[in-house]
């Protein structure tokens, strides 16, 4: 299989590149950063401070911000721009078909954005234990193993509009428009719920306005993973899926009481492993059809 081929080469040439130099010590200082905040600022109050801590400062606006806008930085102009500058006929000259290019830039460009991430969070881990946090070793193996498909979901979304597009600029444009809307108006599409309700008069419960407006929520890659980093140490599942609903958060949980099953962890999972699948497959089909 050829995509072997073509994401070893993406992911060695990136190697070589100051950008992946430069987001590893982005990943790796923030992520020290915040592990010295945790072991010098909370570490001196409670000796019991575990490395929840420092997941809670980290899983939040933090790294659900910042690691999408670097993983699409990174891929968005991983085929387009291979196809402006023509080599992308080159590449289709050597025994490797279309799928085999967008799978290889995937794989290579996912690297390129999990190694720093995974050394982020080795580093980190090495400053917690130095400050005597204790380190809860499998939360923080979830939470790296999270962040890192926050990551690759995101540059499979770069990759998915890399392919479809036919320009450098039109890749920039989408994705800038894509991380907007995840980012900052995701919260006006819960409100399609409360319009539905009232045009169609489906006279929902405002406990029932709540629930399907968290499940449109969770259709938001960026909101979902913060969702489930919560879930690695809040009381409850659904506290977890409150997250963000502030003083309102506890009477809304006695309110609405157990977890629908479309609230529940496996189903924000598979709404979050959607984005993973789907947009680099629809740039993959758009791509084979496209005339180079």
């Given at each position: 299989?050829?995509?072997?081929?073509v994401?070893?080469?993406?992911?060695?040439?990136?190697?070589?590149?100051?950008?992946?130099?430069v987001?590893?010590?982005?990943?790796?200082?923030?992520?020290?950063?915040?592990?010295?905040?945790?072991?010098?600022?909370l570490g001196?109050?409670?000796?019991?401070?575990?490395?929840?801590?420092f997941?809670?400062?980290?899983?939040?606006?933090?790294v659900?911000?910042l690691?999408?806008?670097?993983?699409?930085?990174?891929?968005?102009n991983?085929?387009?721009?291979?196809?402006?500058?023509?080599?992308?006929?080159?590449?289709?000259?050597?025994?490797?078909?279309?799928?085999?290019?967008?799978?290889?830039?995937?794989?290579?460009?996912?690297?390129?954005?999990?190694?720093?991430?995974?050394?982020?969070?080795?580093?980190?881990?090495?400053?917690?234990?130095?400050?005597?946090?204790?380190?809860?070793?499998?939360?923080?193996?979830?939470?790296?193993?999270?962040?890192?498909?926050?990551?690759?979901?995101?540059?499979?979304?770069?990759?998915?509009?890399?392919?479809?597009?036919?320009?450098?600029?039109?890749?920039?444009?989408?994705?800038v428009?894509?991380?907007?809307?995840?980012?900052?108006?995701?919260?006006?599409?819960?409100?399609?719920?409360?319009?539905?309700?009232?045009?169609?008069?489906?006279?929902?419960?405002?406990?029932?306005?709540?629930?399907?407006?968290?499940?449109?929520?969770?259709?938001?890659?960026?909101?979902?993973y913060?969702?489930?980093?919560?879930?690695l140490?809040?009381?409850?599942?659904?506290?977890?899926?409150?997250?963000?609903?502030?003083?309102?958060?506890?009477?809304?949980?006695?309110?609405?009481?157990?977890?629908?099953?479309?609230?529940?962890?496996?189903?924000?999972?598979?709404?979050?492993?959607?984005?993973?699948?789907?947009?680099?497959?629809?740039?993959?089909l758009?791509?084979?059809?496209?005339?180079?």
């Amino acid at each position: 299989m050829t995509w072997k081929a073509v994401a070893r080469k993406d992911f060695h040439d990136s190697l070589r590149s100051r950008w992946f130099w430069v987001i590893s010590a982005i990943f790796v200082g923030l992520f020290i950063g915040s592990a010295y905040f945790v072991g010098q600022g909370l570490g001196n109050i409670d000796e019991q401070v575990s490395s929840d801590a420092f997941l809670g400062l980290l899983g939040g606006q933090v790294v659900a911000l910042l690691v999408p806008l670097i993983a699409l930085v990174v891929a968005y102009n991983a085929i387009v721009g291979e196809r402006e500058s023509g080599t992308i006929k080159l590449m289709l000259s050597l025994p490797h078909s279309r799928q085999d290019v967008v799978v290889g830039k995937l794989l290579g460009r996912s690297g390129v954005i999990a190694v720093p991430i995974l050394l982020g969070m080795v580093a980190a881990a090495i400053a917690l234990v130095v400050f005597g946090i204790n380190l809860k070793i499998v939360s923080y193996l979830l939470f790296t193993v999270l962040t890192i498909a926050l990551g690759v979901t995101f540059v499979s979304l770069a990759i998915g509009i890399s392919a479809a597009a036919s320009t450098n600029r039109r890749a920039m444009v989408a994705s800038v428009a894509l991380y907007v809307v995840f980012t900052q108006f995701w919260m006006y599409a819960r409100r399609v719920v409360l319009v539905l309700n009232d045009k169609l008069s489906l006279e929902l419960e405002t406990v029932e306005v709540v629930k399907y407006g968290l499940f449109i929520k969770y259709f938001n890659p960026v909101r979902a993973y913060e969702t489930l980093v919560e879930s690695l140490y809040a009381n409850s599942t659904l506290g977890a899926r409150l997250y963000g609903a502030g003083q309102f958060g506890p009477i809304l949980e006695q309110q609405i009481g157990s977890v629908p099953f479309y609230l529940s962890n496996p189903v924000v999972i598979a709404q979050f492993l959607l984005w993973l699948l789907v947009p680099v497959a629809v740039g993959y089909l758009l791509f084979d059809r496209a005339e180079l």
